[in-house]
């Protein structure tokens, strides 16, 4: 898959043997071209990037409780790795975190890498990272719901500088 961004373009090469659901759902978001206008709207300099979350609020709405079960952990999350971010057990649904470093201690937590980053990942390390947990924090901050509420208008008014998703494609 393809992400061409406000920073430049990176690649996700998809390995459905490490996590068939989870992959499955991502090829089925970038060919709805769900992600297409999207804010980076958490990231952690030298930690992850997260994003997955709608610019359209109806769009957000529609995709916000659409969970889907876990897959077995079988690829430590390692930089470049891409994988779902989640609160408790089955609870995966859109929202996607790229390692910009070994988070290995996310092993453990049952985080099941489904890609990697293949190319541009200098692109990924550039993201926007001023705005850290502020911009919206991860799911299990619960301060999520702004975003999914007021969409990118509420990004742009409050975070103008965080780096989007012009459009994402499959190669």
């Not at 992959?23 to 060919?31: G, K, S, T």
């Not at 997955?52 to 109806?58: A, L, Q, R, S, V």
């Not at 779902?84 to 092993?107: E, P």
Request: aromatic residues 14%.
């Amino acid at each position: 898959m393809q992400f061409e961004t406000s920073r430049g373009n990176f690649v996700v090469e998809v390995h459905r043997d490490w996590a068939p659901i989870g992959a499955d759902r991502f090829y089925e978001l970038v060919r709805e071209r769900f992600f297409d206008r999207a804010r980076f709207f958490r990231v952690r300099a030298g930690q992850f990037v997260q994003f997955g979350i709608p610019g359209d609020p109806k769009l957000a709405a529609k995709w916000r409780h659409a969970t889907l079960a876990d897959d077995s952990p079988r690829v430590s999350c390692e930089r470049g790795t891409v994988m779902y971010a989640f609160t408790t057990a089955n609870t995966r649904t859109t929202q996607i975190v790229i390692n910009l470093r070994d988070n290995k201690q996310y092993d453990a937590e049952g985080f099941a890498p489904f890609g990697r980053v293949v190319s541009g990942m200098d692109v990924v390390d550039a993201l926007y990272s001023g705005y850290g947990e502020e911009s919206g924090g991860g799911m299990r901050a619960g301060h999520q719901d702004p975003l999914f509420e007021g969409g990118n208008a509420w990004l742009a008014q409050n975070f103008p500088k965080l780096d989007f998703i012009l459009k994402a494609r499959l190669l």
